[in-house]
């Protein structure tokens, strides 16, 4: 992890398993895509964020404003100096997806486990299904850091100037051929495609078989050679609905040093649904040498 441009972001299952009674201080969090999982055994002293219930408004499609996060993280055991480390399913899909709404919140002191569930499973180490009580936590949130999300609006006119763009879903959902995944039906959209000028970069690109990152040289051969991003651009990540977005985000941003990278989180289910919007379908155009 020492190669990575910010490694202070990643620990280890080890670290974790050598930390689980430092409840004081440390918050483990557990973020599913499965909502349920949690429920069936978790890592000891971890609590649960649901990405629907906890971190999104049920009138707005939006996130929860600074004070609902506030109450949140009190509810969660989460002091403004307390550390997060987050893990989940799915090579840390939602991991990231909520490690990312913190830092909309400005919580800095935040980590990923690398790996997630599926490291932490595959090593045979404890899960529970006891719920940790926790002491509510003492939390004021600023206002959201916008610097780090992108609207349609602005990546539209990002598009217009040529700026990079990271479509992070698979090659099949980037050419158009499919408008959802057949298991998420709900996040369909109108048109299949992806936004002019973005690069085909599937996120999976970027994980090992065990669900862990790969190495930097590894990273910097796929989004800079192979693709020629410049960590120095402000660059745009999306996605369907912003989560495996996020965790290329996560990549670009802490692994390899991009200066100003952006997560659209609103992503294809609403760039796909707008009127006046232009798609392309299709292979990506070949970077040029």
């Keep these: 992890m020492a190669d990575y441009a910010h490694s202070e972001v990643l620990v280890s299952t080890d670290w974790v398993a050598e930390h689980l009674d430092d409840t004081d201080d440390i918050r483990l969090i557990e973020s599913n895509e499965d909502v349920l999982l949690y ?6 002293n971890a609590v649960k964020i649901d ?7 049920e ?9 609902a996060f506030s109450n949140l993280c009190e509810e969660k055991g989460i002091s403004n100096d307390t550390t997060v480390v987050f893990y989940g399913d799915k090579n840390n899909w939602w991991a990231c997806y909520a490690f990312w709404v913190f830092q909309l919140y400005g919580h800095d002191n935040a980590l990923i486990m690398d790996g997630g569930r599926k490291k ?3 090593e045979d180490r404890t899960l529970t299904k006891e719920k940790p009580d926790v002491a509510a936590g003492t939390y004021t949130a600023p206002e959201q850091d916008l610097s780090i999300r992108a609207f349609r609006d602005q990546v539209l006119q990002h598009m217009k ?15 158009g051929e499919i408008t959802h995944l057949p298991d998420h039906p709900e996040e369909s959209s109108m048109r299949g495609g992806h ?14 078989e065990d669900g ?9 051969e796929i989004y800079l050679q192979q693709e020629g991003l410049d960590p120095s651009d402000e660059t ?13 985000w996560f990549v670009l941003k802490y692994l390899l040093g991009f200066e100003n990278v952006r997560n659209y989180d609103g992503s294809w289910t609403e760039w796909g649904n707008l009127v006046g919007m232009p798609i392309e379908k299709g292979d990506p155009e070949p970077v040029e040498a």
């Design 39 to 44: 429920d069936t055994g978790h890592i000891p």
């Design 51 to 57: 990405w629907v219930n906890d971190l999104q408004q």
């Design 59 to 67: 009138a707005v499609r939006d996130f929860i404003d600074r004070e």
């Design 120 to 122: 932490w499973i595959d």
């Design 161 to 175: 100037e040529g700026g990079p763009m990271v479509d992070v879903r698979s090659p099949e959902e980037f050419r």
């Design 195 to 208: 936004i002019p000028g973005a690069r085909s970069v599937p996120w999976s690109k970027a994980a090992n």
């Design 212 to 220: 862990t990152f790969k190495s930097r040289d590894e990273l910097e």
């Design 236 to 248: 745009v990540a999306y996605c369907r609905i912003g989560e495996r977005s996020s965790h290329t």
